[in-house]
Nanobody
Framework: QVQLVESGGGSVQAGGSLTLSCAMS????????MGWFRQAPGKEREGVVV??????????TYADAVKGRFTVSKGIPKNTLSLQMNSLKPEDSAMYLC??????????????????????????WGQGTQVTVSS
């Protein structure tokens, strides 16, 4: 079983930056997919960024709303996932959740589909970390 624990959320003013981290433990994957999703009150969960690892190749895709402002990276140790968020906007305010799933569940799925339908394919979710951006 995989455990995911997010950290790094907080409150910032518009234009500020935050870095979120996700630590994965338990039965971790050598390949598979990880991602960040977010959910604001009263709204559906939406994909922020998804990564798929196939051997030494990493595929990423970002939601249009965050492209150019957010950057995802695998940390050291490798079973951590970071999300650098710059130029934050009030509409970025949400609970941010880390998700992971093995290649058997995501390997044959288009990466854009993983982003927009993540709840169907990602098996493991963290509890989330809150991000609040004030104007």
């Amino acid at each position: 079983q995989v455990q995911l624990v997010e950290s790094g959320g907080g409150s910032v003013q518009a234009g500020g930056s935050l870095t979120l981290s996700c630590a994965m433990s338990g039965h971790t994957y050598s390949s598979g997919c990880m991602g960040w999703f977010r959910q604001a009150p009263g709204k559906e969960r939406e994909g922020v960024v998804v990564m798929r690892t196939e051997g030494s190749t990493i595929y990423k895709t970002y939601a249009d709303a965050v492209k150019g402002r957010f950057t995802v990276s695998k940390g050291i140790p490798k079973n951590t996932l970071s999300l650098q968020m710059n130029s934050l906007k009030p509409e970025d305010s949400a609970m941010y959740l880390c998700a992971a799933t093995p290649s058997s569940r995501c390997g044959a799925v288009g990466i854009w589909t993983l982003l927009v339908q993540g709840t169907k394919f990602f098996d493991n979710w963290g509890q989330g970390t809150q991000v609040t951006v004030s104007s």
